[in-house]
């Protein structure tokens, strides 16, 4: 299974890490290492996560305030957005 990352869900990564790295550049890069790791193990594991709001979709709690919103089709798990859990969705 391949994981792809839609064009919104890399802006949102980017925004999120320009935010917090201007006044915590370490705590940036640990949170964006997690949306690595959390987007690897829905690769491996597409089914392991909640479902989502919005039909169709399966979300995974990176940290309490950040949550990564994916679908998963015949081959690929998609990663549609990045939020922060304040944000609302869909």
Known sequence: MRLVWRQEALDDRDNIM????????????????????KGESARQHPALYRKGIAGGTRE???????????????????????????????
């Open 18 to 37: 320009e935010r917090i790295g201007q006044e915590n550049p370490a705590a940036a890069s640990e949170l964006d290492e997690a949306f690595e790791l």
């Open 60 to 90: 995974i709690v990176v940290t309490p305030n950040y949550v990564i919103i994916y679908t998963v089709k015949v081959d690929v798990v998609e990663v549609l957005r990045v939020l922060h859990t304040r944000r609302q969705w869909p």
